[in-house]
């Protein structure tokens, strides 16, 4: 049967059975792209005009408080749990924010792209010692979800993890899903951060919370605002803040603008163009 | 194991805590005198409670605080223990919920606070706190790598405090002959010159017996 007389169902089938890494004579033109990038790549064309309207962007933490001003509400909130007979259990979040820190990275993503849709992956509570795999079944969950941001402002020692998380990490990339996780800054290893698929975030000194620099010497990627930030608190509270933890949602923030006004970009796209726009590189043009 | 190894054993493993412990203070102690804190605190991982405790502390709250638990994974202290990343936040009292949670766990309501994981190798063993540093116009990274380096030396101090834990509570299982020995040792060991000749004359006197009736 020649090409043109498949049926679309089987055309997909086919495509579906190829192996991913070749290229058959001929098909070049199916995956050809829209040459529609300027030659210089400003931040006007990047996110001009955005709101990071639609973007679902995930909150991998310790809840949100989903009535803060700050927050302006939640399309989603569940909890991971750990169930009675070991398993971990994904059911809506009932308890909303138990420490005050997801709320706060809630607020940042949603004062960079304020028309986002914020989605909430509590993974903390469970205790201490099931939580290894309370972050996997989380950030699986948020996998699975097709969010097109994931905020993680967290990490694991644990090797035992470290093979399921780039796999997941890998997963969410070829999804399409951008993770944006905080780096570490003091001396153990630590994942997902130091995975290449995800984005990973420590912080500078500036207050500017556009400002962010690509790192020619990774691990760590990008260094966006994380000192002395005011965010959103528990209790309706607002307070001043210091940690990667804080520079990872002003990343998140950004990626949701790139992606409120080029939704097809993929994770590679998308880190190519924050390169290109880092205050470093581009100037912040 | 021979019985020269079991006391060499016994005898290293008694005691051992009060020294970790007495590093433990000095780390909290230093902790609070660089960063100019009102009070600086070690929390201690319970893994079998799932719970943290206070192991440490120096100024406010020295004298209550050690042995006070709380759950491992809510507030601040959770939540730096469980993704293990530092935090440092200014303004706590503007969160009430905040406010009470706190003064419940060290009797007064701190304004700022700095917190990071301890972690050796990959384990994260408890969290370092140091309270109220003086305010300043912004927090600095630098200060933040500080915290850092403390951190690395209060978790091999803790790492150690736990295995000496977990060793002498082998040696009370075993209920040989070389903890007892050991632990006498080390009470001998303590006492003033005149008790310690006194004490040191008793023992002879019981090997002496304890060997005659071997001999006989």
């Not at chain 1, 620099?213 to 528990?234: H, K, S």
């Not at chain 2, 230093?30 to 079998?48: C, N, Q, T, Y």
């Not at chain 2, 116009?137 to 150690?160: P, R």
């Amino acid at each position: 049967m020649a090409q043109a007389e498949k049926q679309p169902e089987e055309e997909e089938r086919t495509r579906e059975l190829r192996p991913a890494w070749s290229l058959p004579a001929g098909d070049a033109d199916k995956i050809r792209l829209p040459v529609d990038w300027p030659s210089e790549i400003t931040r006007d064309w990047a996110w001009g005009g955005s709101t990071g309207k639609d973007v679902r962007v995930c909150i991998l933490d310790s809840g949100v408080d989903a009535g803060h001003e700050l927050v302006g509400g939640l399309e989603e909130a569940v909890a991971v749990t750990i169930g009675p007979d070991g398993e971990t259990v994904v059911a809506e979040d009932t308890e909303g924010d138990l420490c005050g820190h997801g709320t706060a990275c809630a607020g940042v993503v949603r004062s960079l792209a304020p028309d986002c849709r914020l989605f909430s992956v509590r993974v903390l509570g469970a205790g201490f010692t099931g939580s290894g795999d309370v972050l996997l079944a989380g950030l699986k969950w948020a996998v699975e979800q097709g969010f097109d941001v994931v905020n993680m402002s967290l990490s694991t020692t644990k090797r035992q993890f470290a093979g399921i998380l780039h796999e997941l990490t890998d997963q969410a990339y070829f999804r399409r899903t951008v993770l944006v996780a905080s780096a570490h800054n003091m001396p153990v290893e630590s994942y997902p951060w130091r995975f290449s698929s995800v984005i990973s975030v420590g912080s500078h000194e500036e207050s500017d919370p556009l400002t962010f620099f690509y790192n020619p010497e990774p691990p760590v990627e990008f260094f966006a605002r994380g000192v002395d930030v005011e965010v959103a608190w528990t209790s309706g509270a607002r307070i001043r803040c210091t940690g990667n933890s804080f520079a990872t949602p002003h990343m998140s923030g950004i990626c949701a603008l790139v992606l409120g006004k080029h939704r097809d970009l993929t994770p590679f796209q998308l880190k190519s163009v924050l390169y290109l726009t880092s205050t470093n590189v581009g100037g912040g043009r | 194991m021979n019985a020269d190894l079991k006391a060499a054993v016994a005898a290293g493993v008694i005691g051992s805590e009060e020294s970790f412990r007495t590093l433990l203070q000095s780390v909290v102690e230093v902790a609070r005198a660089i960063f100019g804190a009102k009070a600086s605190s070690i929390f201690l991982l319970d893994e079998e409670a799932d719970e943290l405790v206070f192991e440490a502390v120096a100024g406010e709250g020295e004298e209550t605080l050690i042995g006070k638990r709380f759950p491992s994974s809510t507030g601040i202290a959770g939540w730096v223990l469980v993704t293990r990343q530092p935090l440092v936040i200014e303004d706590v009292t503007q969160d009430p919920r905040f406010g009470k949670e706190v003064a419940e766990s060290t009797g007064y309501v701190p304004k700022g606070m700095m917190a990071v994981p301890l972690l050796h190798d990959e384990r994260a063993l408890g969290v370092l706190e140091v309270l109220d540093r003086p305010a300043r116009a912004q927090f600095s990274l630098v200060e933040m790598d500080l915290l850092g380096l403390f951190a690395n030396q209060a978790a091999i101090a803790l790492d150690l405090l736990r295995r000496a834990r977990k060793a002498e509570a082998a040696l009370d299982a075993s209920g040989e002959a070389a903890g007892v020995v050991a632990r006498l040792a080390e009470t001998v060991e303590k006492l003033d010159d005149e008790r310690r000749e006194a004490g040191l004359r008793l023992l002879a006197s019981v090997e002496e017996v304890l060997r005659n009736d071997e001999g006989g």
